[in-house]
């Protein structure tokens, strides 16, 4: 450090001599060293401890400014340090603090809903908290199933699905699990990389669809509440059948079958025909019942113009309905039920 060694010359000679002259240390080397090099230094390393000293003792009565009177002092006060000490040790966790008490809650408060119990072992008084401060969101689910998302379709033909597409917004839980179902058999589960958005769950075997069938999926977020979807439904049906047919001709299985063919289930439908001196055909399954009302592209009801009668195609039982022939361009006709 600069300046460290500070000298000076004192005389040695007895009373009377001539001076005799020496240097020597006037201090200690700790009271003699500079506490830095910086220009104008003039605090010692001494001074600088002294410092820290005093920051310690502070505005400690004299008889408490050192360790070994705050000890005495302690020691003949030992009761009270002792109690202190227990109370310390004692103190409870703020997750030991447990609300059990069973009364149900008579208001909603937060995302406490009225009516709450604590379960049996109790809730912890931080959790508690959590809970009234933090009102309890569900997600919102929906799915659709892959690659078709249901639908109608023709019976005796099938539809297979391999995977449904769950698509999340996530409430104030995560979610911990999302598992498909066909009623009560489980197609696949999901536990881990599932996110907001779309989560693509792959069944754990292709599902063959040949009847109406709706999937469900069930996801539960890490409160063990559980939100239910479903995805869109699928269902078989007999189709339409209608067209412009020959003046001479009566309804027949061949003749309905050679006629357009429209799946769809049941309805009230319009038909656009074109006849050339032909009659106008519609049949359908005899389940779906009579229709009430005929009407023509004038809104005219011509109901009493069609005869109806019963054919079996595809051994199911259907009414086909004819009129007289006639010849119409692009002529609407409405069926309704």
């Known amino acids: 450090m600069a300046n460290e060694r500070v000298t000076m010359a004192r005389n040695t000679a007895p009373k009377g001599e001539a001076p005799k002259w020496e240097r020597y240390f006037p ?12 220009e104008g230094e003039d605090k010692t390393v001494m001074d600088l401890v002294n410092e820290r000293i005093q920051a310690v003792v502070g505005s400690a009565p004299e008889n408490l400014d050192t360790l070994q009177e705050i000890a005495a002092y302690i020691e003949s006060h030992k009761e009270v340090s002792d109690a202190l000490q227990a109370a310390v040790g004692n103190k ?24 709450y119990v604590p379960p049996t072992s109790g809730i ?19 799915a659709s199933a892959k690659p078709v998302n249901g639908g109608v379709f023709e019976i005796g033909k099938s539809q297979s699905v391999t995977a449904v597409d769950v698509n999340i917004t996530m409430g104030s839980a995560g979610v911990k699990k999302v598992e498909v179902f066909d009623v009560d058999t489980s197609l696949g589960v999901l536990t881990s990389g599932i996110k907001a958005g779309v989560n693509t769950l792959t ?17 539960t977020d890490n409160e063990d509440k559980v939100v239910t979807a479903k995805t869109g439904s ?31 289930g049941k309805g009230n439908k319009s038909f656009v025909y074109n006849c050339n001196n032909q ?18 592209a004038n809104s005219f009801d011509v109901t009493g113009t069609f005869v109806q009668t019963t054919v079996q195609v595809d051994g199911v039982d259907y009414y086909a309905y004819l009129n007289d022939p006639s010849t119409v361009a692009a002529f609407k006709m409405s069926f309704n039920y």
Do not use: C
């Open 279 to 296: 009659r106008m055909l519609i049949a359908y399954p005899k389940s779906y019942g009579a229709v009430a009302k005929i009407l023509d």
């Open 203 to 219: 069944l754990t075997k292709a599902l063959t669809v040949t009847a109406a069938k709706q999937l469900t999926v069930k996801v």
């Open 92 to 115: 409870a966790n703020k997750d030991e603090v447990v609300y059990k008490n069973k009364t149900a809650s008579t208001v909603a408060v937060g995302g406490i809903p009225k009516g």
């Open 124 to 142: 912890s008084a931080a959790e508690l908290l959590d809970k009234m401060l933090h009102a309890y969101v569900a997600p919102t689910v929906s």
């Open 234 to 264: 699928f269902s078989f049906v007999s189709p339409y059948y209608w067209g412009a047919v020959a003046a001479g001709v009566t309804a027949t299985e061949s003749v309905i079958k050679a006629a357009t063919k429209v799946v769809q």
């Open 27 to 38: 201090k200690t080397v700790v009271d003699a060293i500079l506490a830095s090099d910086r």
